[in-house]
Each structure stands twice: as structure tokens, then as C-alpha cells.
């Protein structure tokens, strides 16, 4: 099968990996432009692009799909088949009905739940007791195609963003493998109407932690948010991003320091206790409360600003 592969971050890379050790021939790599990155921001290849370079794929990155010839090089190579994963563009009509067998995403969400950008997040923040990784056969709208194949995982009580990334990634790549192994024989499945959810991309602005929250949704908070953008808490006009924490029952004025100490900072939230056990101060590293507390000390009864009076920059 002649495969085309269309994909940009390290999530991509490793299913693009796994396509490569089953044996596939991949004709064509379809990746983001060179992006600036690092203090120097220099122009950088995406992990996709280095891997295909490395294995000696050609590859293409335009920077949209719609005219014939942005799309020239994909048409030359002829695909029976397109994958997708984490490319970072949309695919018009043109592309879809290019390969003979269309074109299939890996998508990390156990759809129809978080279609979107950032489902791994989403997944996190909301308490979701599985996520996964779905096969679909994709078409004009925002992954709302028939599904192939599903697979789950159980999120774990303490699970980070970047941890179930790298689950969901070396799941995706196996699914894929499996989804073209058999491709000629696997039943597109429609979506169903009912369970639809959407995972908008997150941002910077999101960090902030609004402590008249429950403190159990804002330790998902945190988890959802390692690596980025990492939950923050300003306090003593000091900004912390907060890496890791546990709740406890209590209560306080939300915002208020409660305790500080080598266990962590016992925060007041809206409904318990948020306690605070790594963080990191400006310019510093991720560290244990009891090592920042050392450098920077914060007393009981000081106050972490709620999320209208964080300044915007």
C-alpha cells in the first residue's frame, strides 16, 4: 500500500514511526513550515520533518492545500491512502477525495467526545475517567467523520497532560498500524448525535487559577495544564506556575495561604483545600515547596490574587 503520511509534532512522529517499522512504504511526508522557535528563534523542523529526513522521505510543506499546485506534490506521489495526525491544517475536498482509500486521522479522544484541538487536555480538566484514541475516516467537517476504530485508556488519578500525550501517542501508532492492516475489511461507523463535545485550544490566558473554584478542579487544572501553559498563581506580586498539588477537605477565604511549609502551601479555595506540592518561581526550575519555600518565603495569611486582579501581561 503506498502510503502518504501528513503530520507535525512529536504525536505525529510517532505514529509516522510505527507506519515505517510495520512495513509501509511512504511515498510523500506532508509537514508544517519551518517554524522560529528557542531563544534564538530559529527556524526549526517540525519532529515529523526530521524523522522523514532521517528515513530519507521527501517532503512537502505548504503552507495551505487549496490550489492544484499547493497540492502538486501530494498528486504526484499517487496515495492509496493518507494518515493524519496533528498536521495543523485543513484539508479541502480536493485532498479528501485524492487517495483511493481517503484519508484517515488519528485522533486522541474517544469521539464524539472533545473533537477539536486539544483533546488531551480538555480530557484532564474535565475529570474524564478514559480517553483514547480514535481511527476515523475523515471528511469536511471538524472531526466529525465515521469511525474505523477505538481504542481507550484509563486516565489515572495522577495523569498530566504530557504523560497521557505519550500514552496516546504510542496508542495511535499502533492503531493505525492495526487500522491498515485491515483496512479493505473495517466498517465506517458513523458518530453518533448524542455525547458531542469540543476541545477548544488552550491558551496562556487559561493559566491563571480562579481559587473560588472547588479545589478538585483546579488540581485537574494543573495536571491538564503540565506542560503548557502550566497553572499560575500570583501571590505576594510574585507569579508561580503551580506543577502539582492534592486537595484536602477545609476551608478558608479563597486564595488565602492557610499553611506553608515542607508538606506544601495549603491554599483556600471556593470548596477545600488546594495543597501545593512542586511549583516554580520565575527564572527558576520545577522544585519541591519545601526547596522554593527556602528561596522564597511565603507566610500564612498571604494572599494568591484572584483571576481579576492578575495582570494581563
Same mark, same amino acid.
Given at each position: 500500500?503506498?502510503?502518504?503520511?501528513?503530520?507535525?509534532?512529536?504525536?505525529?512522529?510517532?505514529?509516522?514511526?510505527?507506519?515505517?517499522? $510495520?512495513?509501509?512504504? !511512504?511515498?510523500? !511526508? #506532508?509537514?508544517?513550515?519551518?517554524? /522560529? *522557535?528557542?531563544?534564538?528563534?530559529?527556524?526549526?523542523?517540525?519532529?515529523?520533518k526530521?524523522?522523514?529526513?532521517?528515513?530519507? =522521505?521527501?517532503?512537502?510543506?505548504?503552507?495551505? #492545500?487549496?490550489?492544484p499546485?499547493? &497540492?502538486?506534490?501530494?498528486?504526484?506521489?499517487?496515495?492509496?491512502?493518507?494518515?493524519?495526525? *496533528?498536521?495543523?491544517?485543513i #484539508?479541502?475536498?480536493?485532498?479528501?477525495?485524492?487517495?483511493?482509500?481517503?484519508?484517515?486521522?488519528?485522533?486522541?479522544?474517544?469521539?464524539?467526545?472533545?473533537r477539536?484541538?486539544?483533546?488531551?487536555?480538555?480530557?484532564?480538566?474535565?475529570?474524564?475517567?478514559?480517553?483514547?484514541?480514535?481511527?476515523?475516516?475523515?471528511?469536511?467537517?471538524?472531526?466529525?467523520?465515521?469511525?474505523?476504530?477505538?481504542?481507550?485508556?484509563?486516565?489515572? *488519578? @495522577?495523569?498530566?497532560?504530557?504523560?497521557?500525550?505519550?500514552?496516546?501517542?504510542?496508542?495511535?501508532?499502533?492503531?493505525?498500524v492495526?487500522?491498515? $492492516?485491515?483496512l479493505?475489511?473495517?466498517?465506517? @461507523? /458513523?458518530? /453518533?448525535? !448524542?455525547? =458531542?463535545?469540543y476541545?477548544?485550544?488552550?491558551?496562556?490566558?487559561?493559566?491563571l487559577? @480562579?481559587?473560588?473554584?472547588?479545589? !478538585?478542579?483546579?488540581? &485537574?487544572?494543573?495536571?491538564? %495544564?503540565?506542560?503548557?501553559?502550566?497553572?499560575?498563581? #500570583?501571590?505576594?506580586?510574585?507569579?508561580?506556575?503551580?506543577?502539582?498539588?492534592?486537595?484536602?477537605?477545609?476551608?478558608?477565604?479563597?486564595?488565602?495561604?492557610?499553611? *506553608?511549609?515542607?508538606?506544601?502551601l495549603?491554599i483556600a479555595?471556593?470548596d477545600?483545600?488546594?495543597?501545593?506540592?512542586?511549583?516554580?518561581?520565575?527564572?527558576?526550575?520545577?522544585?519541591?515547596?519545601a526547596?522554593?519555600?527556602?528561596?522564597?518565603?511565603?507566610?500564612?495569611?498571604a494572599? %494568591?490574587?484572584?483571576?481579576?486582579?492578575?495582570?494581563?501581561?
Open positions: 500500500m503506498n502510503v502518504a503520511f501528513a503530520g507535525t509534532p512529536e504525536f505525529a512522529a510517532v505514529a509516522l514511526e510505527a507506519i515505517l517499522a $510495520a512495513g509501509y512504504s !511512504v511515498s510523500i !511526508v #506532508l509537514t508544517q513550515p519551518d517554524r /522560529p *522557535a528557542g531563544r534564538g528563534m530559529r527556524l526549526q523542523a517540525s519532529p515529523v526530521a524523522l522523514a529526513l532521517a528515513r530519507g =522521505i521527501p517532503v512537502d510543506q505548504p503552507e495551505k #492545500l487549496r490550489t499546485e499547493q &497540492r502538486a506534490a501530494l498528486t504526484a506521489a499517487a496515495p492509496d491512502v493518507l494518515v493524519v495526525a *496533528a498536521y495543523g491544517l #484539508l479541502p475536498q480536493a485532498v479528501l477525495d485524492l487517495p483511493t482509500h481517503g484519508c484517515l486521522n488519528i485522533h486522541a479522544s474517544l469521539l464524539p467526545r472533545w477539536g484541538a486539544a483533546p488531551i487536555h480538555r480530557a484532564i480538566e474535565a475529570g474524564d475517567a478514559e480517553s483514547g484514541i480514535t481511527i476515523m475516516q475523515m471528511d469536511a467537517g471538524l472531526d466529525t467523520g465515521a469511525m474505523l476504530l477505538r481504542r481507550a485508556v484509563k486516565i489515572e *488519578a @495522577d495523569e498530566t497532560t504530557a504523560r497521557l500525550h505519550d500514552r496516546l501517542a504510542e496508542l495511535g501508532g499502533r492503531a493505525i492495526e487500522a491498515l $492492516a485491515t479493505p475489511t473495517l466498517t465506517p @461507523d /458513523p458518530q /453518533p448525535e !448524542v455525547g =458531542i463535545t476541545a477548544t485550544k488552550v491558551s496562556r490566558a487559561e493559566s487559577l @480562579d481559587w473560588r473554584r472547588p479545589a !478538585v478542579e483546579l488540581e &485537574r487544572q494543573i495536571r491538564a %495544564f503540565d506542560p503548557f501553559p502550566g497553572a499560575a498563581g #500570583l501571590v505576594e506580586g510574585v507569579t508561580l506556575k503551580l506543577w502539582s498539588a492534592r486537595v484536602e477537605s477545609g476551608r478558608g477565604e479563597p486564595g488565602i495561604v492557610l499553611a *506553608a511549609d515542607e508538606s506544601g495549603r479555595c471556593g477545600g483545600i488546594l495543597v501545593v506540592t512542586m511549583a516554580q518561581k520565575p527564572g527558576g526550575r520545577r522544585q519541591p515547596v526547596e522554593l519555600l527556602k528561596s522564597l518565603p511565603i507566610s500564612p495569611g494572599r %494568591f490574587s484572584l483571576a481579576e486582579n492578575f495582570p494581563s501581561h
